[in-house]
């Protein structure tokens, strides 16, 4: 019986989100294959946060995602315009509030 070798080509492929200050969005910024969680936190550090660019890193195991269908585009973002109640034509606002 053989062993399975250690290759990074056999090792699950991580998606690496850097959030570069506190208070801002994590962007995707890369893949990387990595033997387990803890591995692929590290590793992401080291490749996508050398200069010190971090503040926060994610990772997710690209097999972990789940996405909507480019085919299914209409169903998930058609047009608003039989959702009227979501223009904003119905709200009144404060004059305390004129920077909207």
């Not at 070798?5 to 200050?21: G, Q, Y």
């Not at 209409?74 to 039989?82: N, S």
């Amino acid at each position: 019986m053989s062993q399975p070798s250690n290759t990074a080509s056999e090792w699950p492929l991580w998606e690496v989100f850097v959030r570069s200050k506190a208070g801002l969005d994590h962007k995707h910024c890369g893949s990387l294959h990595a033997p387990d969680p803890k591995m692929a936190i590290q590793m992401a550090r080291d490749v996508y946060t050398r200069r010190q660019e971090g503040s926060s890193v994610w990772v997710v195991r690209s097999d972990q995602i789940v996405a909507s269908d480019p085919g299914d585009k209409d169903m998930y973002f058609d047009p608003a315009e039989d959702k009227v109640y979501r223009h904003p034509t119905f709200y009144q606002l404060p004059k305390a509030v004129d920077h909207m």
